[in-house]
Nanobody
Framework: QVQLVESGGGVVQAGRSLRLSCAAPERTFRYSAMGWFRQAPGKEREFVTALHWNGDNTYYSDSVKGRFTISRDNAKNTVYLQMNSLQPEDTDVYYC???????????????WGQGTLITVSS
């Protein structure tokens, strides 16, 4: 089992931005589709965004499209989530995920980060 290491969570005012980072072991990161999920208390974990191993073919949930941007730096074995125009509804624990399946449908991979809390105050 591989634990991905997340950083960048915190408390922000509505309308402001945060950037999350997720570092993975090289052998896990290489050729791995990466993404982010989020989960609120008492709710199921939901898909947020993902991208292909080479950085193309990005995917976003409708709730974050136009506000969040996923990217990756293969030289650093790191995936990023730039979160702009944050809203109170974005308050969740965010989980990095590796080894995702993107086609024909999006499915979570077996490797997860520890989870980082994003709290957006109104």
């Amino acid at each position: 089992q591989v634990q991905l290491v997340e950083s960048g969570g915190g408390v922000v005012q509505a309308g402001r931005s945060l950037r999350l980072s997720c570092a993975a072991p090289e052998r896990t990161f290489r050729y791995s589709a990466m993404g982010w999920f989020r989960q609120a208390p008492g709710k199921e974990r939901e898909f947020v965004t993902a991208l292909h191993w080479n950085g193309d073919n990005t995917y976003y949930s409708d709730s974050v499209k136009g506000r969040f941007t996923i990217s990756r730096d293969n030289a650093k074995n790191t995936v990023y989530l730039q979160m702009n125009s944050l809203q109170p509804e974005d308050t969740d624990v965010y989980y990095c995920n590796a080894g995702m399946i993107l086609r024909p449908t999006i499915k979570a991979g077996p490797y997860w980060g520890q989870g980082t809390l994003i709290t957006v105050s109104s």
